[in-house]
């Protein structure tokens, strides 16, 4: 028995070399370090110059668009296996751009729910009243829009360097976003393998739509005209994904809405109203008002991709407004989609 220990050494000594080889190192982790470290700038200049760990699962980056000469931050959950590539989930806020704490990390279980999903999640900051498109021209009060070019062309290639992206793509939006996502698919075609939009309005350039939109807009202060120009410029037709619906041919959508008419969500107890008597009153009556509006338009981008023999899911809730209850169920239920579409 004693001799069998020099030989087993031997063996053992022998047999490590190719051991250690066969067991791939683990990647660096995530860290706002090696964020800084990875990422390489966009072909216009636009580069990541912060990192910092904000807590509660959250990395908060700030990159500087060249195209709107302005610094935009950022919300990210990180994939949970750093050691792999994982495709990316752009999440957009509403007319408020997140600035009014009205964003998906305070308003949502987002870090909760994706936290054994192998995906990174990004969430712009800013944008509100903006529509997430370039604008003509500056605006008075919202300055440079060119937000289509960020989340296109400048964005992408810095997240993918600085998380270990693998080229795979999805967008969701609320509300105004709700618009923006496909916009943003037109503009950039193959960028995104799926798309979620809920509570959208996909048909900007008929009247009720220009009216939606007009809104939007001024309630920020901007100046619809320096968006898409005045009511006859040929690009508000342009920017209507309604009409260019056969251009979203292949890519995975989903589409939501509530109609306004109160739902489970819609109590003192409902999700984000904190039994605040006050938001429960707005989100009942300016919600409802909202909602009701957002079902006509689902409705009709239904009828339109039928027409067109584009598969979509629709999820068209009997009751519910315009509120971020129903929002964070849209994107749980809408996630079985987005999964599928990123493993392609």
Request: aromatic share 8%; net charge negative; charged share 20%.
């Amino acid at each position: 028995m004693k001799a069998a220990g020099p030989l087993f050494s031997l063996v053992l000594a022998l047999a490590l070399p190719s051991l250690c080889v066969a067991i791939p190192a683990r990647a660096e982790p995530i860290t706002p370090e090696r964020v800084l470290s990875a990422a390489r700038p966009a072909p216009d200049g636009s580069r990541l110059i912060a990192a910092t760990e904000s807590g509660g699962g959250l990395l908060d980056l700030r990159v500087h668009s060249a195209a709107m000469n302005a610094d935009i931050d950022l919300k990210v959950v990180r994939a949970p296996d750093d050691s792999k590539p994982a495709p990316v989930l752009y999440l957009l806020n509403g007319a408020g751009g997140g600035s009014d704490a009205s964003s998906w990390p305070d308003q949502t279980d987002i870090v909760d729910f994706f936290h054994d999903k192998q995906v990174t999640l990004v969430n712009p900051l800013g944008g509100n009243g903006s529509y997430f498109t370039d604008w003509q021209r500056d605006d008075p009060l919202l300055g440079r829009v060119r937000w289509s070019t960020f989340l296109t062309r400048e964005l992408p290639p810095i997240i993918d360097s600085a998380l270990n992206g693998n080229g795979a793509n999805a967008i969701a939006g609320i509300s105004m976003a709700g618009t923006s996502v496909f916009q943003l698919a037109l503009d950039a075609p193959g960028l995104y393998r799926a798309i979620g939009s809920y509570s959208g309005c996909a048909r900007t350039s008929d009247p009720l739509g220009r009216l939606f939109v007009d809104a939007v807009v001024l309630r920020w202060q901007g100046d619809p005209a320096n968006m898409w120009g005045t009511p006859d410029d040929p690009a508000w037709p342009a920017n209507d994904p309604y009409l260019h619906a056969d251009r979203l041919r292949g890519t995975a959508i989903y589409v939501s809405s509530g109609t306004g008419i109160p739902g489970p969500q819609d109590t003192l107890d409902g999700a984000g109203v904190h039994g605040n008597a006050a938001k429960l009153l707005s989100q009942l009556v300016s919600g409802g008002f909202l909602e009701a509006i957002t079902d006509l338009c689902a409705r009709a981008l239904r009828d339109r991709l039928h027409a067109l023999d584009i598969p979509a899911t629709f999820q068209l809730r009997p009751n519910g407004t315009h509120s971020w209850g129903y929002w964070q169920q849209d994107l749980h239920d809408s996630w079985p989609l987005f999964e599928h579409a990123l493993r392609g």
